[in-house]
T-cell receptor, first 114, second 114 residues
Framework: GAGVSQSPRYKVAKRGQDVALRCDPI?????LFWYQQALGQGPEFLTY????????KSGLPSDRFFAERPEGSVSTLKIQRTQQEDSAVYLC????????????FGEGSRLTVL | AQSVTQLGSHVSVSEGALVLLRCNYS??????LFWYVQYPNQGLQLLLK??????LVKGINGFEAEFKKSETSFHLTKPSAHMSDAAEYFC????????????FGKGTKLSVKP
């Protein structure tokens, strides 16, 4: 597609359940980022991939969070044993790989943990 | 720690009035600077960016921003607000880490009164 596609758009999980959020970046975009946006806050960096390599995962809040991009295109963010504090919008962004910082964002996946 | 500060979480203007949204960053080294807009239930959309060169940058929808190194600021302006400008606006900076990782401010919600 023409833009960054994320699914599901909305996810409701019971506390303790595992969830998986998918990101399909713009075709040919080398770099892929995941951000977490809590209600009323700006996006906060979670992790970054260049092709299939995860070069920075310093923003992942705990070892319950795991991200992968095995073939260098689609990425999955997995959250194990979800907690209420994980409720947020998870944004995926990509860019061509040129470090101008212009990221193209998907519409996000809104996770609500009950 | 490097940070971005947006003064005012909520700004309200009348239609036709000047829009001024403030952004300051913390760095002695000029970063790349961005303004993104987020409409309800949509992803972040780039309004404008400063990388190098002219310090007055023009973006989409009549917005512009001026990079002032001495003030470490990158305020967003629009001479005449339109109802369709109502949205949340995020200032972001790229300090060069993680090949393009952006640090976002907390956002300013702009309301436009008729």
């Amino acid at each position: 597609g023409a833009g960054v596609s994320q699914s599901p758009r909305y996810k409701v999980a019971k506390r303790g359940q595992d969830v998986a959020l998918r990101c399909d970046p713009i075709s040919g975009h080398v770099s892929l980022f995941w951000y977490q946006q809590a209600l009323g806050q700006g996006p906060e960096f979670l992790t970054y991939f260049q092709n299939e390599a995860q070069l920075d995962k310093s923003g992942l809040p705990s070892d319950r969070f795991f991200a992968e991009r095995p073939e260098g295109s689609v990425s999955t963010l997995k959250i194990q044993r979800t907690q209420q504090e994980d409720s947020a919008v998870y944004l995926c962004a990509s860019h061509r790989g040129v470090n101008t910082g212009e990221l193209f964002f998907g519409e996000g996946s809104r996770l609500t943990v009950l | 720690a490097q940070s971005v500060t947006q003064l005012g979480s909520h700004v309200s203007v009348s239609e036709g009035a000047l829009v001024l949204l403030r952004c300051n960053y913390s760095s002695s080294v000029p970063p790349y600077l961005f303004w993104y807009v987020q409409y309800p239930n949509q992803g972040l959309q780039l309004l404008l960016k400063y990388t190098t060169g002219a310090t007055l940058v023009k973006g989409i929808n009549g917005f512009e921003a001026e990079f002032k190194k001495s003030e470490t600021s990158f305020h967003l302006t629009k001479p005449s607000a339109h109802m369709s400008d109502a949205a949340e606006y995020f200032c972001a900076v790229n300090y060069g880490g993680s090949q393009g990782n952006l640090i976002f401010g907390k956002g300013t919600k702009l309301s436009v009164k008729p």
